[in-house]
């Protein structure tokens, strides 16, 4: 296997073991310095090691899946204790109180799906939850909706990555153009509808 952005994933992956993996998935997801996180390719590397025997892929995907969670809950909390303390401070270029009154407008109408579907964006996914706090969505709603992201997610890449190695013989061999395929396809539909919007815009000026 070869390494992507200089980090040898196949190596990182063995020398953390189970507890390192649950870590970065823990941090990638609602933790703010975890953004830069290697997530979705950590995610089916992992699965692919797993179908050499080097993980058992039950407790690998348990663990990948409860850190999703887990990470997305303080998140979520963090957003909620600490948001509205950041944005009642004294009105700024950064900060300004209709930001929080705009998150919770746009997490009653579409939070569900963000929080599903944030999970498959770098970046983006890390903040969400927090800002799903910030605005205030339903507790018990984001929750739903934190476990069904959290197990297509987590368990879904990671058993691609699974299967794919049982199935595929040789498929290490073309790790980098899976993961770079992994990072960059879930980011079209949203950069798609930006330059849509744009358009739509810029016609009704």
């Given at each position: 296997?070869?390494?992507?952005?200089?980090?040898?994933?196949?190596?990182?992956?063995?020398t953390i073991?189970?507890?390192?993996v649950?870590?970065?998935?823990?941090?990638?997801?609602?933790?703010?310095?975890?953004?830069?996180?290697?997530?979705?390719t950590?995610?089916?590397?992992?699965?692919?090691?797993?179908?050499?025997g080097?993980?058992?892929?039950?407790?690998?995907?348990?663990?990948?899946?409860?850190?999703?969670?887990?990470?997305?809950?303080?998140?979520?909390?963090?957003?909620?204790?600490?948001?509205?303390?950041?944005?009642?401070?004294?009105?700024?270029?950064?900060?300004?109180?209709?930001?929080?009154?705009?998150a919770?407008?746009?997490?009653?109408?579409h939070?569900?799906?963000?929080?599903?579907?944030?999970?498959?964006?770098?970046?983006?996914?890390?903040f969400?939850?927090?800002?799903?706090?910030?605005?205030?969505?339903?507790?018990?709603?984001?929750?739903?909706?934190?476990?069904?992201?959290?197990?297509?997610?987590?368990?879904?890449?990671?058993?691609?990555?699974?299967?794919?190695?049982?199935?595929?013989?040789?498929?290490?061999?073309?790790?980098?153009?899976?993961?770079?395929l992994?990072?960059?396809?879930?980011?079209?539909?949203?950069?798609?509808s930006?330059?849509?919007?744009?358009?739509?815009?810029?016609?009704l000026?």
């Amino acid at each position: 296997m070869d390494s992507i952005f200089n980090i040898d994933l196949p190596i990182l992956i063995k020398t953390i073991g189970y507890l390192g993996v649950f870590f970065i998935i823990f941090a990638e997801s609602g933790l703010f310095f975890g953004f830069f996180l290697p997530g979705d390719t950590l995610l089916f590397t992992a699965g692919l090691l797993a179908s050499q025997g080097y993980f058992n892929i039950a407790l690998l995907v348990l663990l990948i899946v409860l850190a999703a969670v887990l990470g997305d809950q303080i998140g979520y909390f963090f957003g909620k204790k600490v948001g509205p303390k950041i944005f009642t401070r004294d009105e700024s270029f950064y900060f300004k109180k209709r930001y929080i009154t705009d998150a919770e407008n746009f997490y009653k109408k579409h939070g569900k799906k963000t929080i599903i579907l944030a999970r498959f964006i770098p970046v983006i996914r890390t903040f969400v939850p927090i800002l799903a706090g910030v605005g205030k969505m339903h507790y018990k709603t984001f929750v739903t909706y934190n476990i069904i992201g959290g197990l297509l997610w987590g368990a879904g890449i990671t058993l691609s990555g699974y299967f794919l190695g049982q199935k595929i013989p040789g498929i290490d061999r073309y790790l980098i153009p899976i993961l770079l395929l992994i990072i960059f396809v879930p980011m079209l539909p949203t950069f798609f509808s930006f330059i849509y919007n744009k358009i739509k815009n810029n016609m009704l000026k």
